[in-house]
């Protein structure tokens, strides 16, 4: 099957409003990004996929939600504030900034084109800062959080005690990160306020290792299980220069994005870097006593990070098909169900009030259960095409046969078979299929 273009992902997104330009009407902010009614439903199906497979199915997994601005301190006990930069170069002749380490060429400006007109390469620190209080001044300087991860360690004793676990466990958090990249691009891919899906295990020293092959693992089939298809998804592992300060090991799942393989998660061996650096920094002891071996010790910690918005955006590309149907083109996502914004659509054959009436009553029953969305307008081979344009997986259309049998057509997405249902047993049926 043949990945779609960049060009018709975009325009799908922006044509169905999955997601907007950030300040459309003041002239748009450049690389920022609004999700719209059906993007804001696929990136909370994603985000309620990855929180129900990461913490409720499983008792060794517990939830956080902290704060995005933390005391500066946290940073620099993490090394964000020393060492999470990246190199930028300037074009001296047309001023456009480059990452360095990103360029095909390092000697030619990918902008104007010229050679030899770089700058000495700074590095540039990727955490956007602001001032806490009335007052801007040095002391009140703080950060907004780069990556959910650290409001988890500086946690991890608060959230052992009362939730009273041992080893080996973990912390789930997702929420907002924010990075000052110097080249945000390729549309949600990369941007500079993004939402992240953390996990941090915290395994005795002797087991990450066979922790971190679990966690390899574990992740990559979250995406399978999901319906990506298992062609766009590979695992690749850090080469020794490539890995974070903080990592002695490191698996990228990576996806196979329109430009080419990219990352769409990293699960990382972070060692026990992280508990042992906030112990230094705070003067509180975050060692962990294991009763059973009779020593005390810092938990080693093996860490899957993944981006929701950008899993949302590959969820996206990797549902969009054209085929040709009955000699004209469809376009379709196939989305799984549990990712679809809009479960079901309830269409009437005609305008008629009668046949309204009864699509109020039939969405009346499956509203409380699952998203559904109604729609009068326009002929009915319109309104198919145009829910299988955003992944609905059913279509369930009320006609004039409806009003004598108390029957509907439920007509699926991707087979484009038609069954007829007894309103009845509607509700049945669907959660047959759609679960909930
Ligand atoms: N705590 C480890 C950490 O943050 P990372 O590889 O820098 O690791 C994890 O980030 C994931 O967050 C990435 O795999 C990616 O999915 C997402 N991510 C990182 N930077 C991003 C950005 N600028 N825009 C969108 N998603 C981003």
């Not at 061996?269 to 906030?278: A, I, S």
Request: hydrophobic share 40%; aromatic share 12%.
């Amino acid at each position: 099957m043949a990945q779609p273009t960049f060009e018709q992902i975009v325009n799908l997104a922006k044509k169905r409003g999955f997601v907007f330009q950030a300040s459309e009407i003041y002239g748009g902010l450049r690389s920022a990004y609004d999700y719209g009614p059906l993007g804001a439903a696929l990136l909370r199906n994603v985000k309620d996929a990855w929180w129900r497979s990461m913490v409720q199915l499983r008792d060794d997994v517990v939830g956080l939600d902290s704060a995005v601005i933390q005391a500066p301190r946290v940073w620099e006990a993490s090394g964000h504030a020393a060492q999470f930069h990246d190199p930028l170069v300037e074009c001296t002749s047309c001023h456009s900034r480059h990452r360095l380490d990103k360029l095909d060429d390092p000697e030619r400006c990918p902008a104007c084109g010229l050679r030899g007109s770089f700058t000495e390469s700074r590095d540039f620190n990727l955490m956007f800062s602001t001032h806490m209080g009335p007052v801007a001044g040095e002391g009140n300087l703080v950060y907004l959080r780069p990556e959910t991860a650290q409001g988890i360690f500086i946690n991890f004793e608060n959230v052992r005690r009362v939730s009273r676990r041992k080893l080996p466990f973990g912390i789930a958090q997702l929420g907002k990160s924010f990075r000052n990249e110097i080249t945000p691009g390729q549309f949600v891919f990369r941007t500079r306020e993004f939402e992240q899906m953390e996990m941090e295990f915290f395994t005795r020293p002797e087991e990450a290792g066979q922790w971190f092959d679990y966690w390899v693992e574990e992740r990559r089939a979250w995406y399978l299980d999901l319906g990506m298809r298992a062609a766009n998804l590979r695992l690749r592992a850090h080469e020794g220069g490539e890995l974070a300060h903080y990592a002695a090991a490191t698996y990228d799942v990576e996806y196979r994005f329109p430009w080419g393989w990219d990352e769409l998660e990293g699960i990382a061996n972070r060692t026990d870097f992280d508990l042992r650096r906030h112990s230094e920094f705070s003067g509180k002891d975050l060692t962990y006593f294991d009763q059973a071996a009779g020593k005390r010790f810092f938990p080693h910690v093996i860490e899957p990070a993944a981006g929701a918005t950008r899993a949302a955006f590959a969820f996206l590309i990797d549902a969009y098909h054209q085929e040709i149907v009955r000699g004209s083109a469809r376009t379709v996502l196939r989305l799984d169900s549990r990712l679809a914004p809009v479960k079901a659509a309830v269409l009437p054959l005609s305008k008629k009030p009668d046949l309204v009436e009864v699509v109020e009553r039939v969405a009346g029953l499956l509203r409380p259960r699952w998203d559904i969305e109604v729609d009068v307008t326009q002929a009915i081979g319109r309104r198919y095409r145009r829910q299988d344009e955003i992944g609905t997986p059913y279509c369930v259309t009320v006609d004039f046969d409806t009003l004598d049998d108390q029957a509907v057509t439920v007509r699926d997405r991707d087979t484009m078979a038609q069954d007829r249902i007894g309103i009845d047993a509607l509700a049945g049926y669907m959660a047959d299929r759609l679960g909930g």
